[in-house]
Structures are given as C-alpha cells and as structure tokens.
C-alpha cells in the first residue's frame, strides 16, 4: 500500500470543505462520542484517489440522505441543538465538485455511525 500522493488542490478550500464536515460531525453527533478522522489513497494509475472520512456516532434518517448537501436543508424542522445557517454541507459539496472529487455520505441505523468520504483524484 503506497503512503503518499499528491493532489493539486485549493488548500484554502479544502481547509473549509473538512472543516464544515468535523463541525457537522461534533454538533450533530451523539455527545461523548468521538469524531474519528481518516485518510487513505487507493486505486492505481490514473484512477487514484485520497479518500478523507469523517466518521461520527448518529443517525440521519434515510429520508434525508438525498437532500442533505442542498441549501438551508432542515432550518424549518431545526431544534434547539441548530446553529449557522444551513450551508454547510452544501458548500463543502460545491468545493468538492470544483475539485474534480465527489462527497458521500452513509448513515447506518445498525451500528449507529455516520460516515461522509471525500474521495479526491490524483
């Protein structure tokens, strides 16, 4: 397994893009449970990719999983734990896709964790 790749990448926007998912991760996490972070590359050749997982301790109900990078997605249904403006998800997407990469997200009512991959080329 080969440790290093280079992207050619906005660090600036990237910086934003994994910031706004560890912040959506500690908000919207079960509290006392931790936010684990990890980074891999996989793939060969011209179809490799750095893969950056957030992963946290929840649920997001599968009604939600395919509106959940659009704008302002839950303000009207927000709770008391809400904060910000709504945009986070869907800017973290917006960067994603300028870079050539793609976000995905998992939620998994069995273990009880939600997982958001940033798969990035090299």
Known sequence: ?????????DADRL???FSN??????????AGTPVAVGVAT??????REVVVTVRNHGVIAAELLP????PFRGRENAGSKARG?????????QIADA???RIEVQSSPER??????VHIPC
Request: aromatic share 6%; proline share 0%; no cysteine.
């Open 15 to 17: 910086l934003q893009l």
């Open 42 to 47: 996989l793939g060969q050749g011209s179809a």
């Open 112 to 117: 009880g964790e939600i997982t958001f991959a």
């Open 1 to 9: 397994m080969e440790r290093s790749a280079t992207i050619s990448a």
């Open 99 to 101: 870079h050539g990469a």
């Open 85 to 93: 403006l709504g945009l986070g998800l869907f800017i973290s997407k």
């Open 21 to 30: 998912l560890l912040a959506n991760a500690l908000h919207h996490g079960s």
């Open 67 to 70: 509106t959940l990078f659009d």
